[in-house]
């Protein structure tokens, strides 16, 4: 959960940093959120090292109720939406 969730700058869906897997590795992990968890998702890929896994507005509610049953609470606040810029909200941690 380090490095991903949600952003604003990929509208409702949530994105994750996988420029360190292999090609190969990227297409695998693609394939078994699709045909295991039934999650769509697409690449954003500014450069070969930049590249992010983007699952999809229309998936993103179900794969946060998949996982959230396994994130600490300290990382709870990545399953939200983006806050509106100014909010003094502070996620919980407990």
Sequence with gaps: MDDGGRNSQYGAGMVFDVSSFSKNDR????QVLNNRFDLAT???NRAEKNVKLYIRASSAQRFCDLI????IPEMLYKLTKPLPAGS???PPTT
Excluded at 68 to 71: E, L, M, T, Y
């Design 27 to 30: 297409a695998t992990l693609a």
């Design 42 to 44: 697409s690449f954003h």
């Design 68 to 71: 959230r049953p396994f994130v």
């Design 88 to 90: 003094d909200f502070v």
